[in-house]
Structure formats: C-alpha cells, structure tokens
C-alpha cells in the first residue's frame, strides 16, 4: 500500500512536470496587433540634425571651450570624453543598426500619440530582428516618415534620408572595427 500511494505521487510529480515542460517549449505565438516599424539609422539621423540636438551639441561644444579657455583640464578632459561617446554612439546608430535610444527618448513623450494616431500597439526597429520574428509582415506598418518628420528634417536632411533608404546598415561588428579604426 505504501509503495503504491509513493508511486502515485511520484507519478503524479512527473505529469506534472511534464505539463511544465510542455508549455515551456510551446513555440510563441505571432501576435496580432500592428506594429510601428522603423528605421533606426533615419530617425537617428533625423534626430541629429534637429534644432535641440544641435543646440545640446553647441552647448557641450561651448562648454568645453570655456574650460579650456580657464585651463581647467579635467573638464576638458570630461566633456572631450562626452563629446567623443556621442559621436561614437551617432555613427554606429546613423551608419549600422545600434538602436536609436536618444532619438526615441527625444519622442518618448509625443510617442503614445503617435502610436494612437498610426494604430499600432508598439514600436520596433526594423533591424530588431528578435522583436520582429513573431510579429506577420501584415501586421508590420512602416512608421519611419513620420517618425522622422517629429524632428523637422530641412530639405537637404529630406534628401540625405532617401539616400539612406537605398542602402542596408552596415552590420554592427563591422561599424564596430571601422570605427575603432578610425574609418567611420
């Protein structure tokens, strides 16, 4: 009697793991929304040549000469440092597929209302392509132009963007090389 009621947990404790198992390794399942999709390296581009960046970029740049002017070279030092990341940031964004985090941080408060007025349920870069593996080309809306358009692009910056259309992003690896060896 014993050696059966042991069995019958034991059994039971297997059948349940197995049922654990089974929803571990059930393939995920598309979903049916819409999703915005954009390209990253346009909106970064956008974002670069906005009135606010440059400004911000005026600033830094301001800033560092003043310290230089003062002689205070740690500042210096510091703000050169910043002023370099960025740029490293903006061209492994501009040029491959890095995500676009400070141009959607720039939108993050006009992007619900976008998303409302587009009719998708969230955002996802077009070079995401863990994000994108579930969601149906069907479901997919390129929102790129008017994601770009948030950031006021002059005619010069309209054009620069439908050039960059014509071209894939360099893989990110090899931005990555060319930039550490001073190429990009």
């Known amino acids: 009697m ?5 069995l019958s947990t034991v059994g039971a404790m297997l059948f349940a793991l197995s049922l654990g198992d089974a929803q571990g390794t059930e393939p995920a399942k598309p979903t049916t929304d819409r999703v915005g ?7 970064s581009f956008a974002h670069f040549w906005s009135e606010p960046a440059r400004k911000e970029r005026d600033a830094q740049v301001a800033a560092a000469k003043t310290a230089k002017t003062s002689g205070d070279t740690a500042r210096v030092t510091a703000l050169d440092e910043q002023l370099s990341a960025a740029q490293k940031r903006s061209h492994l964004q ?5 995500p676009a985090d400070e141009a959607m941080a720039a939108l993050k408060d006009r992007l619900p209302a976008i998303q409302k007025e587009l009719g998708v349920a969230r955002l996802v870069s077009k070079w995401d392509r863990t994000a994108l593996k579930d969601i149906p080309q069907a479901n997919q809306v390129d929102i790129t132009d008017r994601l770009a358009r948030e950031f006021n692009p002059d005619a010069k910056r309209l054009q620069t963007i439908e050039q960059m259309k014509k071209s894939p992003p360099l893989p ?6 060319l930039m550490q060896a001073g190429k990009l």
């Open 94 to 98: 501009v040029f491959s597929s890095a």
């Open 2 to 6: 014993k050696t059966r009621i042991i």
């Open 37 to 43: 999709v954009y390209d990253s390296r346009i909106i």
């Open 172 to 177: 990110l690896d090899e931005a990555t090389r």
